[in-house]
């Protein structure tokens, strides 16, 4: 592929009844995105509901979707790893990242990519600036996502606003930038981890307002064990300087 294309990579786990739609839709935008072309990649972690299996099955039907199969559910961070391996090694220009259960809108991922082929070296989806915002959440979970975000920002000494969202646009020369072997988190920390390291690159940032959603089906991956991930990660994280 021309090293302009871009790549959307999915991680799934248990996703079996969004997946087909989820694909659908996506597919649709990146059409009309990157007529010249682009490619999917599903990053399915060995789901017992049967995920993987359908993953494939559309991938038999659709040149532009690809399937990559993980042993087990080992963390969104290798996940996502594992999926910009891919992406790059097969010629992406352009790396965007989403969740599998339509809380990111499909149809925001050709304003994401149209940021970065404006030249952002990173483009956040971002709930908390003008125009963003949080769907169908209660009060606690509001309180701790901006609460997160805040507690990465003061500690990381960062300008942006949406530290913890994963739904994201990068430039090839960014991710090939930011020393993707070396990075520790395995959790939503990660989403901080890798916005951390763009930034101390010196390299540009751009939030886009995005509407986030709570998930149609399924259950939500997040835990309090990932949640204290993150809060004790954060610190880490400031260790890492670019060489």
Same mark, same amino acid.
């Given at each position: 592929?021309?090293?302009?294309?871009?790549?959307?990579?999915?991680?799934?786990?248990?996703?079996?009844?969004? @997946?087909?739609?989820?694909?659908?839709?996506?597919?649709?935008?990146?059409?009309?995105?990157?007529?010249?072309?682009?490619?999917?990649?599903?990053?399915?972690?060995?789901?017992?509901?049967?995920?993987?299996?359908?993953?494939?099955?559309?991938?038999?039907?659709?040149?532009? @979707?690809?399937?990559?199969?993980?042993?087990?559910?080992?963390? @969104?961070?290798?996940?996502?790893?594992?999926?910009?391996?891919?992406?790059?090694?097969?010629?992406?220009?352009?790396? /965007?990242?989403?969740?599998?259960?339509?809380?990111?809108?499909?149809?925001?991922?050709?304003?994401?990519?149209?940021?970065?082929?404006?030249?952002?070296?990173?483009? /956040?989806?971002?709930?908390?600036?003008?125009?963003?915002?949080?769907?169908?959440?209660?009060?606690?979970?509001?309180?701790?996502?901006?609460?997160?975000?805040?507690?990465?920002?003061?500690?990381?000494?960062?300008?942006?606003?949406?530290?913890?969202?994963?739904?994201?646009?990068?430039?090839?020369?960014?991710?090939?930038?930011?020393?993707?072997?070396?990075?520790?988190?395995?959790?939503?920390?990660?989403?901080?981890? @890798?916005?951390?390291?763009?930034?101390?690159?010196?390299?540009?940032?751009?939030?886009?307002?995005?509407?986030?959603?709570?998930?149609?089906?399924?259950?939500?991956?997040?835990?309090?064990?990932?949640?204290?991930?993150?809060?004790?990660?954060?610190?880490?994280?400031?260790?890492?300087?670019?060489?």
């Amino acid at each position: 592929m021309e090293a302009d294309i871009p790549w959307l990579v999915v991680p799934t786990y248990n996703e079996v009844e969004n @997946l087909q739609a989820l694909v659908q839709a996506a597919t649709k935008t990146l059409r009309k995105a990157s007529p010249e072309g682009f490619a999917m990649l599903i990053v399915d972690d060995n789901s017992p509901d049967g995920t993987g299996e359908l993953a494939d099955r559309l991938a038999a039907e659709r040149d532009e @979707l690809r399937v990559l199969h993980r042993p087990g559910k080992g963390g @969104l961070g290798p996940a996502y790893l594992a999926g910009f391996a891919e992406a790059l090694a097969g010629g992406a220009g352009y790396v /965007l990242e989403m969740d599998a259960d339509f809380s990111h809108d499909p149809e925001d991922l050709g304003r994401l990519l149209e940021a970065a082929r404006d030249g952002a070296d990173l483009v /956040l989806g971002s709930r908390y600036v003008p125009g963003g915002g949080v769907r169908d959440w209660g009060v606690v979970r509001r309180l701790i996502s901006r609460g997160g975000s805040m507690y990465a920002r003061v500690i990381l000494g960062m300008r942006e606003h949406d530290l913890t969202g994963g739904f994201k646009c990068f430039r090839r020369a960014t991710l090939e930038a930011i020393d993707l072997s070396s990075v520790m988190a395995k959790g939503y920390a990660f989403q901080i981890e @890798l916005t951390y390291r763009t930034a101390r690159r010196g390299l540009g940032i751009v939030e886009v307002p995005i509407v986030f959603r709570e998930r149609r089906v399924g259950q939500s991956k997040m835990s309090p064990r990932i949640a204290l991930e993150a809060f004790w990660r954060v610190p880490q994280i400031r260790g890492w300087k670019p060489v």
